[in-house]
Nanobody, 124 residues
Framework: QVQLVESGGGLVQAGGSLRLSCVAS????????MGWFRQAPGKEREFVAG????????YRTELVKGRFTISRDNDKQMVYLQMNSLKPDDTAVYYC?????????????????WGQGIQVTVSS
């Protein structure tokens, strides 16, 4: 069983930066694609960024291109989301998730394991 725990969220002013981290338990982390999703109040959970098991392929929604960067460290079993130039519309609960098929593609159904989520609030 994979457990995922997010950290690094909080309150930041518009234009600021935050770095989210997610640590994974279990032995198969290096075979999983990893993704970050977010859910704002009253909205569907949406894909933000994904990374393949080997870090070679990256995916990001158009809303965050040029501002957010996903990365991973397989030795530490960590995945990160660096968020720059934050906007109030980025306010949401952010979730780390594991794609056991390995590629970190945007489809939510690929992700079998989820963290508990962490709040990010961007003030204007």
């Amino acid at each position: 069983q994979v457990q995922l725990v997010e950290s690094g969220g909080g309150l930041v002013q518009a234009g600021g930066s935050l770095r989210l981290s997610c640590v994974a338990s279990g032995r198969a982390f290096s075979t999983y694609g990893m993704g970050w999703f977010r859910q704002a109040p009253g909205k569907e959970r949406e894909f933000v960024a994904g990374i393949a098991f080997n870090g070679a392929d990256l995916y990001r929604t158009e809303l965050v291109k040029g501002r957010f960067t996903i990365s991973r460290d397989n030795d530490k079993q960590m995945v990160y989301l660096q968020m720059n130039s934050l906007k109030p519309d980025d306010t949401a609960v952010y979730y780390c998730a594991a794609d056991t098929m390995g590629w970190g593609l945007p489809a939510r159904a690929r992700y079998a394991h989820w963290g508990q989520g962490i709040q990010v609030t961007v003030s204007s």
